[in-house]
């Protein structure tokens, strides 16, 4: 089905079918789309560096503890202040504890010690590369996740990011838009709408009347989605704040069958030089800031229900952070960090990647988590074995070596 | 824009190149094809300026074409505008040297180090100064719950307003909130500023007068101050100046020299960078453009070649110091981006040669706004070979600037800088021919751009249809010449400023040394139509804060109100949508603002998205 007749067809069925909030889902894929539904992946951006061990815990190795004074994550005592035991040896923040169900039901897997291969310590330049994915290379003009979808006229609302602007993530070749609020994409007012369609629809302007007729398509499409008042299915409650509201509307997006593969949001306020926990580990700025990513992450899930199946999500932040603890019950710009992914193609409940160990010898540059897998490894098994694009050398140039950790079966 | 890598050892093609939809052959016949004068007068209006105002195609027609590009190459010849002069004036950091700007405008984590102790006054008298403002209205509180200090206002808000004040600066309407605001006197208005929550602060952004916003956002961010700023006389010198090709060449220029503003101390240096390094010498020879640029802090700062330090006088300090070395950012990107172009017939071995050549270039302390210099220390003394050129052991500084003297001097700069020109001011895709000419004029002339620019100005493919109505405006292009078509009068350029980064442009913050592109297909995407088209319609009907149109000039005869717009006629696909809308709004309701609706639906056509 090519996309025009795709985006007709969606139309149609919105107009005959009406306020069902099912409409498209029964539409589209009933009569005449014999392959499953494409898969979709979540990408979600932990921007400022979040500090990977207070998020998956050591507590089995006695030097996080030394390392860390007044900052470190008790260990497991199942108080609500110490962390939740995964593995015996890794636990879980406990103000993420929304998560542990997904990690028990083999859905959610953590890889620590993941992170850029690049040293800089810049957030800058490390956004940068993780973005671009191109580790030390800032020339690349685009974005892995906008490579990761194959070229080609597909649905205008394939690529979507919930942020003001496009991140650096989703730029490139690809058709991919930026979309704060869903109600939002629309010309204002209707009567100049229909207006500017006709004016678009019969330019003779080939470049303009080309993506201006895709624009009035997936205006129509959107606004069948926005004007249903959306309630989240089984109960899930997305906390407040941009993060809730993104994974909210990326959910309706989902449900809502018009075609998306990639997605991409943003939280941030991770960088914690200063005051990283309060006096005890379940209160301050990293607790609240987890309680927030773990809850939202866990609606989602929920608010998806079976369609997880075709879902997966994955976090990153663009480096960790030091290993021990600075002077002002914080910690500084580090290296290897954590990422989790969470999903019904995810083999999860398990920690993956081999630990490096925070024995002085075992530390980068003496102070930070060492790496012991690229970020690449983890994305690349998701665009090869989630995605099933098996062009890697296009998502990643440059990356031969990926060792693929088995997230995905 | 599509690049090539060269990273170390083997070539690798980055993931964009080998993605791009080749080209279809261009169509370089329509390049032979002549304007008419009218058309002509139109074109040179769309490229030399950021959209033409009503009454400039009369005045075009009349001074005549070509002498009046003679003019626009000669902005020292222009009377500038005193209404742009008046506007800039209040926008000091504008004319502030590094140095100043850091002190006047001191980080807030600065402020709250010091009003917790943990920092001492800075010695600085101006830093001291600004710092000592803030402290004198705020106070230290221990948040027992949290065990986390806080920095508190002395006076509380609602004991310098009265609730209903407060409500109405918090959920009034614009009107209501400039009706407090001027409410609140003088001597209290810092204590006002100084108590608001920063969130509320913000809020007040576009409905305070211009001082007192300078003032909200000196509180909240004072490095907010120096970006708004930079934006606002980004706009303001587009909509504004007499000198338009001038401010069309600083544009360029800066792309093509590209630095950003949020990398760190950049956003200290970015302003000098602007003043100094590129506006003087958009009209000059390449080779101190060039220089300019390549001893300016902000670039230094931006490709890292002021840490980039010869191997052997490498001291590591301690086991935290992160490890120094050569750092071949700059240098690449110098040939790359700057010069020779992708394909300009360099190695990986050169790109690690020039920046041999460049270590030492450095920045005296660049987080307080140092200047640059050459630091013989960092200096990699040995014999490079660069281009082919051998450059001897044993030099200092002179080692870049023979680097320098290649590189200005090389064909392929020649090439690539023409060609780039072309890309913008003729056409994306712009007949080989005109490049060679061009680039010809460049190597006779040792690089005089203003000789460059003229070629391709009196060319006969610069008149022609392939030329006419080829590019796509870009963002900062649409919305400074839809405030020029309409002779809007702009107090706080701001709100322009986020619909340009709306559409994709974040003024001084392009990431990538790349800078922004010109080419069509980096400007045309479903959110950016959209946006375009919402910002006609807000424009028209006077919605955008900080800047009014005088809607009594609209026209609403479509046909009238096009040239009036677009300085020529509309398609007629575009006249004829507007003016079956315009009956069937007339019939719905006779009194509907026709004009206005006219030039909301004409300035968000197909016909104004180009030029």
């Known amino acids: 089905m090519n996309r025009r007749i795709f985006l007709k067809n969606s139309a149609m069925a919105m107009v005959g079918v009406g306020s069902t909030p099912a409409w498209l889902s029964r539409a589209l894929y009933a009569s005449d789309a014999p392959s499953p539904r494409k898969k979709i992946l979540v990408a979600i951006f932990q921007r400022g560096a979040v500090d990977g061990l207070n998020v998956v815990v050591p507590h089995g190795e006695p030097r996080y503890y030394e390392m860390r004074p007044t900052i470190a994550v008790p260990r497991p005592d199942g108080t609500p202040d110490s962390a939740i035991d995964l593995d015996g040896f890794f636990g879980l923040h406990p103000a993420l504890k929304a998560l542990k169900p997904i990690y028990d039901s083999g859905r959610l897997a953590v890889v620590q010690a993941v992170g850029s291969p690049d040293p800089t310590r810049s957030h800058f330049d490390a956004q940068d590369y993780m973005e671009s994915g191109t580790p030390g290379f800032k020339a690349t003009g685009d974005g892995w996740l906008n490579r990761a979808i194959p070229a080609g006229a597909k649905s205008p609302l394939r690529a979507v990011s919930m942020t003001p602007d496009l991140p650096r993530a989703l730029r490139g070749q690809n058709d991919a838009v930026a979309i704060n609020n869903l109600n939002e994409f629309q010309v204002r007012d209707s009567q100049e709408s229909s207006v500017f369609e006709s004016m678009y629809e019969n330019t003779s302007d080939k470049f303009l009347n080309g993506t201006g007729r895709e624009t009035f398509e997936a205006v129509k499409l959107m606004q069948s989605i926005a004007r249903q008042a959306y309630t989240p299915a089984n109960g899930a409650k997305y906390p407040g704040g941009r993060l809730g509201q993104s994974l909210r509307q990326i959910a309706q997006l989902v449900k809502s069958n018009v075609g998306l593969e990639v997605a991409f949001a943003d939280v941030g306020g991770w960088d914690t030089h200063v005051n990283e926990v309060g006096q005890k580990a379940s209160q301050g700025q990293l607790p609240n800031l987890l309680q927030n990513l773990g809850d939202a992450l866990a609606a989602f899930y929920q608010d998806l229900g079976d369609r997880m199946a075709e879902v997966s999500v994955v976090t990153m932040s663009e480096f960790g952070r030091t290993a021990r603890e600075n002077g002002n019950r914080g910690t500084d710009h580090g290296h290897a960090n954590v990422m989790l992914a969470l999903g019904g193609d995810i083999r999860g409940g398990k920690v993956y990647g081999d630990w490096p160990g925070l024995a002085e010898e075992q530390l980068y540059e003496g102070r930070d988590l060492n790496l012991t897998t690229d970020f690449r490894d983890v994305l690349g098994e998701l665009v090869t074995r989630h995605l099933g694009n098996r062009q890697l050398g296009i998502v990643f140039p440059g990356y031969t070596e990926a060792k693929y950790r088995g997230l995905i079966s | 824009m599509r690049r090539k890598l060269v990273p170390l050892g083997a070539v690798l093609l980055c993931a964009a190149t080998l993605a791009a939809k080749k080209k279809p052959d261009a169509d370089y016949g329509l390049f032979k094809k002549k304007l008419s004068k009218d058309e002509q007068a139109v074109h040179a209006l769309d490229r030399l300026t950021f959209g033409p105002r009503p009454g400039d195609f009369a005045a075009v027609k009349k001074m005549g074409v070509k002498k009046w590009i003679e003019l626009e190459l000669h902005p020292e010849r222009i009377k500038e505008n005193p209404e742009l002069e008046n506007k800039l004036a209040p926008l000091e950091t504008l004319r502030m040297s590094q140095a100043e700007t850091v002190a006047a405008y001191p980080p807030p984590q600065l402020i709250r180090a010091v009003a917790m102790g943990r920092e001492p006054l800075p010695a600085d008298p101006l830093t001291r100064a600004a710092v000592e403002r803030q402290l004198s209205r705020i106070k230290v509180k221990k948040n027992v719950n949290a065990g986390e200090e806080v920095v508190e206002p002395i006076v509380p808000l609602d004991e310098l307003l009265s609730r209903d004040q407060i409500r109405a600066l918090r959920n009034g309407n614009p009107q209501q909130k400039r009706q407090v605001l001027a409410s609140i006197p003088s001597e209290k208005i810092d204590d006002v500023v100084i108590a608001m929550p ?99 802090p902000a670039m230094l700062f931006y490709l890292d070649n002021w840490q980039s330090v010869a191997p052997e006088s490498q001291r590591r300090r301690n086991a935290n110091a992160p490890r120094r070395g050569l750092n071949e950012n700059y240098a690449r990107e110098m040939m790359e981006l700057h010069t020779l172009g992708v394909d300009g017939g360099y190695t990986q071995k050169d790109v690690t040669e020039v ?257």
């Not at chain 2, 007068?209 to 303001?236: E, G, H, I």
């Not at chain 2, 090709?245 to 360029?252: C, G, I, N, S």
């Open chain 2, 198 to 296: 920063p969130g509320l602060r913000n809020q007040l952004l576009p409905v305070a007068p211009a001082a007192l916003s300078r003032k909200l956002m000196q509180v909240n961010n004072p490095q907010q101050v120096v970006l708004t700023d930079l934006v606002q006389a980004k706009l303001f010198r587009a909509i504004y100046s007499n000198r338009q090709l001038d401010e069309e060449l600083v544009d360029f220029w800066f792309n093509h020299f590209n630095v950003n503003f949020d990398k760190g101390a950049d956003r200290f240096l970015i302003s000098t960078y602007e003043r100094e390094a590129i506006r003087p010498h958009v009209l000059g020879k390449f080779r101190g453009l060039l220089e300019a640029t390549a001893t300016s």
């Open chain 2, 355 to 611: 920046a041999r050549c460049f270590t030492g270039w450095t920045i005296r302390n660049p987080q307080r706004g140092g200047e640059f210099f050459y630091n013989d220390r960092m200096h990699d003394k040995g014999e490079k070979i660069v281009l082919g050129v051998v450059i001897p052991a044993g030099g200092g500084r002179d080692d870049g600037e023979k680097v320098l003297d290649i590189l200005a001097n090389h064909p392929s700069t020649a090439r690539f800088i023409s060609k780039e020109l072309a890309q913008r001011f003729v056409a994306d895709n712009p007949p080989p021919q005109l490049i060679e000419r061009m680039a010809k004029t460049f190597r006779d002339t040792h690089g005089d751009l203003r000789e460059v620019m003229r070629t391709m100005l009196e060319s006969k493919e610069f008149f022609s249809a392939g030329a006419y109505r080829a590019k796509v405006k870009t963002p900062l292009e649409m919305i400074s010449s839809a405030a020029r078509a309409t002779g809007a009068e702009v107090d706080f350029a701001m709100p322009l400023a986020n619909q340009v980064a709306q559409l994709g442009e974040p003024l001084y913050r392009k990431i990538e040394p790349t800078g922004y592109s010109s080419a069509n297909a980096e400007w045309v995407s479903s959110a950016s139509l959209l946006g375009r088209m919402n910002f006609a319609l807000q424009l028209a009907q006077n919605r955008v804060p900080g800047t009014k149109v005088d809607d009594s000039r609209f026209l609403e005869d479509p046909q009238k109100a096009a040239k009036m717009l677009l300085a020529t006629d509309a398609a007629p696909q575009t006249r004829e949508a507007i003016a079956k809308a315009l009956a069937e709004q007339k019939e719905k309701n006779p009194n509907a603002p026709a004009p206005a609706i006219v030039a909301g639906l004409l300035m968000g056509s197909p016909d104004f998205q180009r030029r």
